[in-house]
T-cell receptor, first 115, second 110 residues
Framework: ETGVTQTPRHLVMGMTNKKSLKCEQH?????MYWYKQSAKKPLELMFVYSLEERVENNSVPSRFSPECPNSSHLFLHLHTLQPEDSALYLC??????????????FGSGTRLTVV | GQQVMQIPQYQHVQEGEDFTTYCNSSTTLSNIQWYKQRPGGHPVFLIQLVKSGEVKKQKRLTFQFGEAKKNSSLHITATQTTDVGTYFC??????????FGPGTRLSVLP
């Protein structure tokens, strides 16, 4: 366990489905992030939340919708995805937006396959 | 926007050989971090460098931050099979988020 828990670990969904990814941290961190990692691209930052407020949205398509109800939980709502959205989705947290002295703590990720 | 590059993309070494990966930023960085991702795993934080010219060591790993704070390196002495994985640098420009490099994938042949 890394301190950041992501569920589910694996998800297969059709293009017309709606699903949600969940991330939970009890490290007392104030910043949380969603990253996309695919085989051909480096870690792509999707969304950043600081103290439950979204501070960055990196030109992510609207079929991805984040939600941060409190500083410990982060969701990524998915709908009408495309096959090219298949990837490993990683949640991370950090002490603050500067990364803190201990960097980002990543969850184990959700391996998403869109069929 | 800020870009972070890493070379090489892949490195295959014989166990016991040394390994170095280089990280270069298009802009001056306030700090840089290094992560390791084992096959099938997730990135794990290794270290953060903040000062110009800083050198830090963790057992067989040596991390350097360039004098101009635009580049960094990770050197592993006498690699072991447990060193296998992808090593990412992540650079942060003042006031910005960290930008991850594409990573260097290390294979160690026993």
């Amino acid at each position: 366990e890394t301190g950041v828990t992501q569920t589910p670990r694996h998800l297969v969904m059709g293009m017309t489905n709606k699903k949600s990814l969940k991330c939970e941290q009890h490290l007392g961190h104030n910043a949380m992030y969603w990253y996309k990692q695919s085989a051909k691209k480096p870690l792509e930052l999707m969304f950043v939340y600081s103290l439950e407020e979204r501070v960055e949205n990196n030109s992510v398509p609207s079929r991805f919708s984040p939600e941060c109800p409190n500083s410990s939980h982060l969701f990524l709502h998915l709908h009408t995805l495309q096959p090219e959205d298949s990837a490993l989705y990683l949640c991370a947290s950090s002490q603050d937006l500067r990364g803190g002295n201990y960097g980002y703590t990543f969850g184990s990720g959700t391996r998403l396959t869109v069929v | 926007g800020q870009q972070v590059m890493q070379i090489p993309q892949y490195q295959h070494v014989q166990e016991g050989e040394d390994f170095t990966t280089y990280c270069n930023s298009s802009t001056t960085l306030s700090n840089i971090q290094w992560y390791k991702q084992r096959p099938g795993g997730h990135p794990v934080f290794l270290i953060q460098l903040v000062k110009s010219g800083e050198v830090k060591k963790q057992k067989r790993l040596t991390f350097q931050f360039g004098e101009a704070k635009k580049n960094s390196s990770l050197h592993i002495t006498a690699t072991q099979t447990t060193d296998v994985g992808t090593y990412f640098c992540a650079g942060r420009n003042y006031g910005q988020n960290f930008v991850f490099g594409p990573g260097t994938r290390l294979s160690v042949l026993p």
